[in-house]
């Protein structure tokens, strides 16, 4: 996959904006903790490298900023319940499209461009456009790999099981044959095949 240099002037731009995160994760790959967004978009970007590896500039630009900043709109800014939180992750999509777009503008993307990658950060057609569906297999190869486990760990069996399915729901036969190829732990694997066996 080649990075132009514009790309890699925008690539800079979402990284710089997430390296503000106060949040920090560990990253077992370089044995340090990072800000929390920006690992996760450099693990989309690596994830989506492998998965799709003639994706579209655009495609590149809405994984790496999709979850651009998302520290600044927590959940708890939110009231309990499952309306707040389809509210909340509604928020959050037009939020990270927008600043997205901001950023791309300043290093000179079209109009046209910023609404390619504001259309496919919102997941606006799933499962009728292409690119937007790639982006979400991605997202949900990046949660089962990294962040699974941390979930599994704290919620029942059922909790996890119902997700599990879920996020197999939303994947396509693609995601699907890249999903189990995973390097899971055993624990996460046999959740997974009890998943789909349910």
């Known amino acids: 996959m080649q990075e132009t240099p514009l790309l890699h002037q925008i ?3 979402i990284d710089a904006a997430n390296a503000a995160d106060p ?3 560990h990253c077992p790959i370089t044995d340090t903790k990072q800000p929390k967004e920006l690992l996760y978009g450099r693990r989309m970007s690596v994830c989506l490298a492998s998965f799709s590896p003639n994706a579209s500039d655009y495609l590149q630009i809405a994984a790496r900023a ?3 900043e998302r520290w600044k709109s927590p959940r708890s800014d939110f009231p309990e319940g499952r309306s707040a939180y389809k509210k909340w992750r509604s928020q959050l999509g037009l939020m990270h499209a927008a600043r997205a777009a901001e950023l791309m ?3 000179g993307y079209s109009e046209q461009a910023c609404e390619r990658v504001k259309f496919l ?3 606006r057609q799933l499962r009728r456009d292409e690119e937007t569906q790639t982006l979400e297999d ?3 190869l990046v949660f089962l790999e990294h962040h699974m486990e941390a979930f599994t760990a704290k919620h029942s069996r059922e909790k996890v099981i119902d997700i599990l399915q879920k996020t197999w729901q939303k994947m396509s036969p693609n995601g699907h044959k890249a999903a189990l190829k995973l ?3 055993d624990c996460l694997a046999a959740l997974v095949s009890e998943a ?3």
Do not use: G, R, T
Request: hydrophobic share 40%.
């Open 138 to 140: 991605v997202i949900c």
């Open 196 to 198: 789909l066996d349910a």
């Open 121 to 123: 950060i919102q997941k």
């Open 66 to 68: 999709q979850h651009i």
């Open 23 to 25: 949040n920090l994760e």
């Open 105 to 107: 503008s300043e290093v």
């Open 183 to 185: 390097p899971l732990s």
């Open 11 to 13: 690539f800079e731009k």
